[in-house]
């Protein structure tokens, strides 16, 4: 897989932009709302602790075999930022990459079809890039995140880890199409977290 300088990826309400710590003073603010840390635990972040966070993640994964890959969301319309996205690669011994991702949408953004939009678009661009798969871990019972994690194409599998349903897609088939980013999806709202990132 080809795990150069992240890119941003475009949609069409949707311009993932690649993290940065000039973003965290307004991120502070999208994800500030409790409630979205009720399936990930945690609580929110200051927008100090949430540059030092960031500048930690945009340092780089200190694991040789990974790669962190983040994304602001900004919604075109509106000019603001609205949630992330994140993709965990790591490199297996035969060479393979498999991605793990995540999403969170802020509330007052949740309903809109946002974190569908945005996963669709990360997981197509991960296949583009060659990723083996493509994984994200979902509470049980949080149904959003899994009606997002289906509209990025990912199924549930009897895996289980802290509780969480692994969601994962199949194989690349030599010459399969990978889908669009456009459109909207089925539900928005946060999904689990990447646990190799710092906290």
Do not use: K
């Not at 993290?19 to 009720?38: I, K, Q």
């Not at 509106?78 to 949408?105: F, I, R």
């Amino acid at each position: 897989m080809d795990t150069g300088d992240i890119e941003a990826i475009g949609t069409g309400r949707l311009v993932l932009e690649p993290l940065a710590v000039a973003h965290a003073d307004e991120m502070a603010g999208v994800l500030g709302d409790p409630a979205l840390h009720a399936f990930i635990g945690g609580a929110p972040l200051s927008a100090r602790d949430l540059r030092a966070r960031y500048e930690r993640l945009t340092a780089g994964c200190p694991d040789p075999a990974g790669t962190w890959w983040n994304w602001v969301i900004r919604l075109r319309a509106e000019g603001c930022l609205v949630g992330t996205v994140q993709a965990t690669l790591t490199v297996s011994g035969s060479g393979s990459t498999t991605a793990e991702v995540a999403w969170v949408v802020g509330t007052p953004w949740q309903g809109r079809g946002i974190a569908s939009e945005a996963a669709r678009a990360l997981v197509g661009r991960l296949r583009e890039r060659g990723a083996a798969a493509v994984r994200a871990h979902v509470h049980p019972d949080h149904a959003a995140s899994a009606a997002v994690a289906a509209a990025a194409g990912l199924s549930p599998t009897e895996h289980r880890h802290d509780g969480e349903v692994r969601w994962e897609t199949g194989p690349v088939r030599p010459g399969a199409r990978t889908a669009p980013g456009g459109g909207s999806g089925r539900a928005s709202g946060p999904a689990g977290r990447v646990r190799p990132a710092p906290e």
